[in-house]
């Protein structure tokens, strides 16, 4: 890059001092709604998180979290934890996984790519099989850019096409599943007729099958290799549809859970199972839960469970899921290449900086942060502490979860002086909220709230600066909600409790001894996001942010 004039090293900004301390701290799933009892995060005693909101109202304000603001494709899409640590971290606004894909399918670049050439040396004797998440949610995947994929695999070549589908019910409407399927048998039976053997052979929910992650539970990934490789499953139907509404019929069984399953011929003999000479695709566009199932797709040395048959297939991600793992090797469409991001200009500007969170967000603080790149900028100069997280348990359970252990590792390392950034995440609201457990995702919020205290109490000893921002809602509204805007209910008239992410805005907040005089929000950038809190970090590390970063949310004012 030299030969181009690039330098990594910043300005100064004109007005603020180096050499402050700042706890960068990031509340995963926190959004800004209304008051009401399902606002968790209202009806939690959350003292210090209220103390910023109601201090001195140039120093807290609301930023976007979802859709365009993040990289996504409209402003219907729920932010994310990737989408929303990667623009913190970057500064910047990158097309992000749904809307890459959504341009590749759209302008068939996605076929001329050489991971669609790889796959597709396996059409004319082969099976090509289609992984993933049967949903409109948009989170993971889409059910558009699956009928796309399928009717353009099946133009170029494909013969023989078999999907595994995982419902959803967490991103969407529990009971959603059924419709996704009787859509996707649909477009089966038009390739069918059109002399295509194309069907579903095999299912299962995507928190009990397959869709793990971060190491969770290898059992999830077991049952849908089982089911998908193998053949092997408790359930045996003959068709897609009778299956999920059969299985949905089981007591405690919802989108989410449903068991395992394949479907049969009339000899009762499983219909697609993976073998050698195939062509897989994991055709979910969010990473985190399709590395597990990556490597056990990929990797020859693989023992984690026992895969019992190893067919010798091409296999390609949708994207690829980890970029320092390579993984997969294939992929059908390129990842956004973010450059530059906040963490490298910050170490090459001499920022000693500390990442903290439990194993369920860590990488979220470290990988996603750094612009989808894993390890250190310069070990000399970073330290990354991973807690591990609870693991066989629902985080209802134990729903203070890592908070207090995250934010004694923060403490400490504000206080040891060796830090010029210290940045957590905590990540009780988003993990908690998740289950739908209203009162354990109240217990979520006060831990969470209890660890910023700790953090900000040791930067008041340090005379340092604080930034308390989130990455996307979820805690906020816990309720799914009608046009108008009330709480939605089901058949028997309870409430319809919503598990997923929100359109919300998150907080930001800053302050601290160290804040220099006249430091205040800008009045003008009104429509701010979380891509615009790198720039404001830089500036308050004492540096001008790049260019072409998102602009800043601070000014100094005569004081």
């Given at each position: ?13 004109p ?5 402050k301390?700042?706890?960068?701290v ?27 909101k109601?201090g001195?109202p140039e ?14 494709p ?17 500064g910047r ?8 894909v ?6 068939g670049?996605?076929?001329?790519g050489?991971?669609?050439?790889y796959?597709?040396?396996s ?6 099989h289609l ?10 995947s ?8 399928l009717?353009?695999?099946s133009?170029?070549?494909?013969k023989?096409?078999?999907?595994h ?5 967490r991103d969407?409407?529990d009971?959603?599943?059924?419709g ?5 048998e649909?477009d089966?039976?038009?390739l069918?007729?059109k002399?295509i053997?194309?069907q579903?052979?095999?299912?299962g929910?995507r ?25 092997e499953a408790p359930?045996?139907f ?34 697609g ?8 695709v ?7 839960r399709?590395?597990m199932?990556a490597k056990?797709?990929?990797?020859e ?7 019992v048959r190893?067919?010798?297939?091409r296999y ?15 992929y ?9 991001t ?9 920022v000693?900086t ?20 894993s ?7 970073e330290?990354?502490?991973e ?9 209802n359970?134990?729903p ?13 390392a504000?206080l040891?002086?060796?830090f010029?950034?210290v ?14 457990d ?14 910023v205290?700790?953090i900000?109490?040791?930067?008041e ?6 930034v308390?921002t989130?990455d996307?809602?979820?805690?906020e509204d ?6 108008k ?15 997923s ?21 800008r ?7 979380l891509a615009?809190?790198a720039?404001?970090?830089?500036n308050?590390?004492?540096?001008e942010?790049?260019s072409?970063?998102e ?9």
């Open positions: 890059m030299g030969s181009s004039g690039f330098s990594w090293k910043l300005k100064d900004h007005k603020l001092p180096k050499g301390t700042i706890a960068m990031v509340l995963d799933g926190w959004g800004e709604a209304k008051a009401n009892q399902y606002n968790c995060i209202h009806v939690a005693e959350t003292p210090t998180m209220d103390s910023l109601n001195a120093k807290w304000r609301l930023v976007k979290a979802h859709g365009k603001a993040v990289g996504l409209t402003d219907d899409d729920m932010g994310n934890s990737e989408v929303g640590h990667n623009a913190l971290g970057a606004i990158y097309a992000q996984g749904a809307k890459l959504d341009s590749a399918l759209e302008t670049k996605i076929y001329d050489e991971g669609f050439k796959i597709k040396e059409f004319e004797t082969g099976t090509l992984i993933g998440l049967l949903s409109d949610g948009g989170v993971h889409r059910l558009d850019q699956v009928q796309l994929l009717k353009g695999a133009e170029r070549g494909a023989r096409i078999r999907v589908i995982l419902t959803d019910g969407v409407l009971g959603s599943s059924v996704f399927v009787e859509t996707l649909n089966l039976a038009k069918r007729e002399g053997d194309a579903v052979a095999s299912g929910g928190m009990y099958v397959t869709m793990d992650r971060y190491e969770n539970d290898w059992d999830v990934v077991k049952r849908g290799w089982d089911a998908q490789v193998l053949g359930y045996k003959k068709n897609p549809v009778e299956a999920v509404k059969k299985l949905r019929e089981i007591p405690n069984t919802s989108d989410q859970y449903l068991p395992p399953f394949v479907i049969v011929d009339d000899k009762g003999k499983a219909v199972p993976i073998v050698d000479g195939d062509a897989v994991t055709f979910n566009f969010r990473a985190d399709m590395v199932i056990s797709l990929e990797y040395d693989f023992n984690t469970f026992d895969r190893v067919p010798k297939i390609a991600g949708m994207l690829q899921y980890d970029g320092e793992l390579k993984l997969p090797s294939h059908l469409v390129s990842p956004p290449e973010m450059e530059r906040s963490g490298e200009y910050l170490v090459h500007n001499g000693r500390f990442a903290c969170s439990e194993t369920v967000k860590f990488g979220h603080v470290t990988f996603f942060w750094n612009g989808n790149r390890g250190y900028f310069n070990p000399e100069m330290e990354y502490v807690i591990p997280s609870d693991s066989g348990i629902t985080f359970v134990k203070n979860m890592k908070a207090l252990e995250i934010a004694e590792k923060a403490r400490d504000i040891s002086g060796k010029d950034q940045r957590v995440n905590l990540p009780n609201s988003d993990m908690v909220g998740h289950t739908g209203i009162e354990a995702t109240v217990v979520a919020c006060k831990a969470a709230d209890e660890a205290k700790m900000l109490d040791a930067i000893q340090v005379g340092g600066i604080y308390v989130a996307h809602g979820n805690a816990m309720v799914k909600r009608d046009k805007g009330e709480p939605q209910l089901d058949k028997n008239g309870k409430i319809q409790i919503l598990t992410h929100t359109l919300e805005p998150v907080p930001i907040a800053i302050g601290g001894p160290g804040l220099a005089p006249g430091v205040r929000f009045k003008d950038v009104p429509n701010g996001g615009n809190v720039a404001t970090v830089m308050l590390h004492g540096f942010a790049p072409d970063y602009t800043t949310l601070i000014e100094v004012g005569d004081n």
